[in-house]
């Protein structure tokens, strides 16, 4: 039988010469896809079998409402995270809103006034600027009287470890550890490297608490940063490890003491871990953190296929075609305007929920530029499902991640490449 994929993508609007090209890149790729799927396999082994660790059964799937006292199934997940991150304990919850409420929980559920953290790898996320008091807003860690330094990246990437020993003082109780880029052209960190930052700060004082944001990073790698040091690493479920089946949520895993003072903030002092009723999102948890390996390589091989493609054609993209992959973003610098709204157009086209809409920059709050956003989810604002964000000021970059399958992902970029074709941008 032979299997009329052509015509297929004819159907869907790509035309035979986007498939080609696309076909001849994809060939090319089929030894570093393997290594994902080598990766995908070892990861998927873990995440099994820390669910046979804690014997997960159908009563882990049910809900609980009002208090959620005794609700076994969260109380199991959590210990499968746990054990799948090599942490002591961790809080997985519906009640996170999203990463950046997980990250803000661990901050002040562990400093204290007077207390000060650092940033070693530079400026963190945006929204993590409001969180620390870096823009004053209201409810910052600098309202609470925790002030924050930052060391910034060497210019070629690397750490300043003589500033980050200088930064370091009494008062320093917490550092905060960036994985992944995320809108930024710094390089994403390995967990290696970042084993050797946390060496590095222990090395200084020993007793200060290391915790790393490890958006978008979960399952990219066979180890995770808990196991090189991290006393706390935090995420959110709408990414990752939710395996785009979450529908809400963020964990926070690691050292046992860190994780409940965590909890003492984000539920209340006294009550902890003990409440927090799931109202039947269990089921999606666990399948989400199931499937999370596959759905990360999927998307890690569209991010490479999207890098080879558009480094081909001539365009500027961080991480590179050959690149070594430690999160799931993909930067291309399209340099014009009318490109990056072609580009987002496509992947808004390829989506499987709202594709027939086409997206146009808007005044985001929060933004100095308007921005462009293609994503046509199962799950609003997922950032592991296929979609694209830019705004709309020189380089014009668009910054495209996701795919819960590798298949899609691939339709995606073929598609956001018929766009530019088809608006006269690129020639093939
Ligand atoms: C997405 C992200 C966050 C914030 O997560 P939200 O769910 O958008 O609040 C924080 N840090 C990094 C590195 C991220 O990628």
Redesign the pocket.
Known sequence: MTIDKAGMYKKLGISKEVLGFGTEIEQALKERFAKIDEIAEYNQLKVIHAMHEHKVSEACLYASSGYGYNDLGRDTLEEVYATAFKAESALVRPQI???????SVALSGNLRPGDELLSPVGK?????EEVIGIRPSKGSLAEYGVTYRQVDLLPNGTFDYANIKKAINEKTKLVTI??????QTRPTFSVTQIGELIHFVKGVKPDVICMV?????EFVEIIEPSEVGADLIV??L??NPGGGLAPIG?YIAGKEEYVENAAYRLTSPGLGKEVGATLGVNQSFYQGFFMAPTVTAGALKGAIFAANIYEKLGYSVIPDGREERH?I?QAVTLGSPEAVIAFCQGIQAAAPVDSYVSPEPWAMPGYDSDVIMAAGAFVQ?S?IELSADAPIKPPYAVYFQGGLTWQHAKLGILMSLQKLVEAGIVNL
């Open positions: 809103a999203c990463g950046t409420h997980a990250l963190p996320y945006d929204t993590l960036q994985r992944s880029k995320g809108y944001d490890n958006c978008y990073g995420g959110s709408i990414k963020g999160d973003i604002g950032s």
